[in-house]
């Protein structure tokens, strides 16, 4: 299994699987995320149903190991096409029709898509999770907000409209990332031709 | 109507792969829109002779699109400003008066500068070497249509097998990657019955040759396919990407 880390076709399939892992939590997490629209109740009801029980931490725990893999390999890759490329720039040179500007920067789109995560992370994981995780329901005597009342967390921070704006930016940045990213990550599985490349773009731009 | 135009053309000089190059700008006059790129690098260089100094180097031989040697980035595009042509089918008219002409080597890890505009690509060659290529017994001349190929299966290998092996692929690319070139030759071969003898192992040897040559990373930004002059698609990438995992998997 060592042509994994040894191929340049190995090094992308680790990319390639490793994000579309994180495509499929962020898609539960906004299935999720989108019932609080619907019913504050219902959404605290999925909030305890994960919390810190043993199930949540495991998978909270593969998930944190996606993104290392997913990032680890990002700065490997990125690093070595730097190398390839060679320390001789063009004097001038002139951007491609039809080449998209996500594809050429996915790495300084996913920098600034971490640096909003660990923000996400302080507002959210650090008074849920964590909370439960080191204090269990004795909670209020440290001094914490019930740890399970996830709309509660949601209206105080979106009640500032600095916030709000700070994360539709952070989508529009993973939105970018993404629509390189799907169709990139297919292609890279081989499982992509002239017709379902279409479909992928499309895919990719719709997510 | 083509017309003669007076130009600008600032070209990269180079003495040799150590030494460090810089651009020079010579003044050209009177050059007919009719001619074609390489007849104006033609007259540049008789322009240099006549005033003794040394002539411009760059690679050529067929001028008519097919052999692959002709290369130079003109005005930040690899194979100039037109599309679907090498270098040596670009004319004049494509240019104006008056116009500042940047004429640039490729630039990329994989082909270190000889001389001027000449870059070594023989990397390409030690790629078709590992197994870019069938071994099989020639015999006699076979029938026509004695082994039958899907229409599909030979339109696309085709279509693979336009490529020349001009380097465009990687001069462009941000991550000076030959997946374009290796996945083209990969697919020509692997899409037809010929080629199915040495399928699995040239997949794995010609992509183990590009990444120990030093080539970077595909990262799928599709420049390659825009800057190509014989517009071979990405699609072949997938197939290689598709011929590369079904081998690994296999072993």
Redesign the interface.
Known sequence: MS?LL????????IMSISGLFLVLFLMFHSLMNFVVILSADAYNTIASLLGANWYALIATGILALGFIVHIIYASI?TL??Q????S???????P?????WA??N?FVLGTIILGFLVLHLIHFWSKMQLVELMHGHNYAAAGYHDPTDGAYFIRELFTQPLYSIIYIVWLVALWYHLT?GF??AM????????IW?PVYYLLGFGA | MDKNININV?VWRQKGPKAKGN?ETYALKEISQGSSFLEMMDILNEQLINEGKDPVVFDHDCREGICGMCSL?I???PHGPDEDITTCQLHMRKFNDGDTI?V?PW????FP?IRDLMVDRTAFDKIIQAGGYVSVNTGGVPDGNAIPIPKYAADEAMDAAACIGCGACVA??????AMLFVSAKVSQLALLPQGQVERIKRAKAM??K??EL??????????CE??CPKNI???H??????????A?IR?
Do not use: P
């Open positions: 042509w040894k191929s340049s076709i190995g090094r992308k399939l890759l070595q096409n190398k390839a490329r060679g001789n720039k063009y004097a001038v040179s002139q491609q029709k039809n080449v998209s594809s050429k996915m390189h169709w990139s292609q890279t599985l081989g499982w992509s031709n002239q490349l | 600032k651009f980035y005005n930040g595009h940047t640039e630039r990329s890890a994989g500068v462009t690319c941000k991550n000076g990657s992509v183990a590009m990444d030093g080539f970077g990373n595909c990262t799928n930004t599709g420049a825009q800057e698609s990405i699609s990438i997938a197939r290689l990407n598709r011929e590369f995992l079904k690994k072993d």
